[in-house]
């Protein structure tokens, strides 16, 4: 598309609703930090350890590996599941209605897992952990289909020059919300003596925030905006969904050529800081000797820090701009690896390397949001959207695979943290070349006013 082409549509929007969109971050991060990182895996792998395996549709499984298990498979099914559910509400006026109904599909599931418990009345406690790992499936994929439709209402509330500032305030909201509702569970582990009951109150505290907040905030005050897009005559929003998946899969290199090279990208960079963030308690508690105490104090201080790590970048990329800031936040990552392999040897310097991770982490993931919604189509953000999640999560295995694969081969993990700065160097050689400019207006996007 040529410049003159690129037309600019005015937003219409306010403050209160920039806040209520922003809110849902603050919202669904308890999920993210209580859940996913903290307490399900743990707790699901000691039922299963106490039950000897886990048998689930005529497989049995090792009691560390049923939650990992469950993890791969509500990422295999975002896979299939999320561009064609964007593609869909592209086309509808229920882009609202559709996140707020995952939303609560996934808080309730999440609230529900209180129940999962030894002595569960008829099914025992292999199908106390089946029941668990299913009710994480559909909250999990819930997830990932609400920040979906969460991510695409970016460029409805946010002028193109305002996003980056707009969508790091909605990280940084993330992770002090994620923090706050992390140090209450934690509270609760610490304070109760049946550590089992302090698990499930942890895990309902997860669902009834994400509940709680979302009706608060963002169901209140969220509007919903008409489609830009038509619905062809005699086709419905399911067929016509999965036609524009596979005309965009289609078409993206030819059209969208420069979008194509940021996902790419995005995808490889956003990989090494998964992995950092995998493999950092790991890498502490085998080469430092940290204990469980620590490591939970360091996840609490990193979720506190990265709220101003966030507000920082958003800051500096309106000045620099966003994909500047990125690069730099790309040099400081690897920069962290060569720190950890070479001069990390004592707890006080985990801290100190803590500071630096919590300042990247959520500047870095909130400035790539920001600056992919400028470089797809307007009326096509909810599908761009999906295969942006997918790129996050469908891919994120390759980094630990990269690292586990290095610690068997070296029998270090100090050694085998050095592989990970390749998805930093390659990211960096593929993000440089990225024309924004060109991107945005083969999107249709206008880039006056906007900091490249």
């Known amino acids: 598309m040529g410049e003159a082409l690129a037309a600019h549509r005015p937003v219409e929007t306010s403050r209160q609703e920039v806040r209520s969109w922003a809110m849902y971050d603050w919202a669904n991060s308890a999920f993210s930090t209580i859940v996913v990182t903290t307490l399900l895996g743990p707790y699901l792998s000691n039922l299963a350890q106490s039950a000897g395996s886990v048998q689930f549709l005529g497989f049995q499984f090792e009691p560390d590996a049923f939650f990992p298990t469950m993890v791969s498979a509500s990422v295999v099914l975002q896979v299939i599941f999320l561009p064609i559910l964007g593609a869909i509400a592209d086309y509808s006026r229920l882009k609202k209605r559709l996140m707020l109904f995952f939303a609560f599909i996934g808080a309730i599931a999440t609230l529900l897992l209180f129940f999962v418990t030894p002595d569960i009345a008829f099914l025992g406690t292999n199908g106390a952990v089946v029941m668990g790992g299913l009710l994480f499936v559909i909250a999990n994929l819930s997830f990932g289909a609400a920040v979906v439709l969460y991510n695409a209402f970016l460029p409805d509330i946010a002028e193109p020059m305002e996003r980056d500032q707009v969508s790091s305030y909605g990280w940084a909201l993330g992770y002090l919300g994620g923090g706050i509702a992390l140090a209450i569970a934690l509270g609760l582990f610490t304070l109760m003596e049946d550590k089992g009951l302090a698990v499930r109150l942890g895990l309902a505290l997860a669902g009834a925030w994400w509940l709680l907040f979302t009706l608060a905030f963002p169901a209140r005050h969220l509007r919903q905006r008409p489609p830009l897009k038509k619905l062809p005559p005699g086709e419905n929003y399911l067929s016509q969904g999965v036609k524009q998946i596979l005309r965009t899969l289609k078409t993206i290199h030819r059209d969208y050529p420069e979008t194509l ?98 300042l990247v982490m959520g500047g870095s993931q909130a400035l790539s949001r920001s600056l992919f919604s400028q470089l797809i189509p307007r009326q096509n953000e909810s599908e761009f959207f999906g295969f942006y999640e997918i790129s996050e999560r469908g891919t994120s295995w390759i980094g630990p695979l990269v690292f586990a694969a290095a610690v068997q081969f070296t029998g270090s993990s100090r050694v085998a943290i050095l592989s990970i700065i390749a998805f930093f160097i390659i990211g960096l050689a593929l993000l440089i070349p990225v024309n924004v400019r060109k991107a945005m207006l083969d999107a249709g996007n206008d880039p006056t006013g906007v900091i490249i």
Request: aromatic share 16%; no cysteine; charged share 10%.
């Open 261 to 358: 090279k940021y996902l790419v990208a995005y995808l490889i960079y956003n990989d090494g800081i998964q992995t950092v963030i995998v493999v950092a308690t790991l890498f502490a508690a085998s080469e430092l000797g940290a204990e469980a105490d620590v490591l939970m104090i360091l996840i609490l201080m990193i979720q506190f820090i990265a709220f101003f790590g966030a507000l920082a970048f958003g800051w500096l990329a309106q000045r620099i701009g966003a994909k500047k800031s990125i690069l730099l936040s790309l040099v400081i990552w690897a920069g962290i690896v060569i720190y950890a392999y070479a001069l990390l040897h004592q707890i006080w310097q985990l801290f100190l390397l803590g500071v630096f991770v919590a």
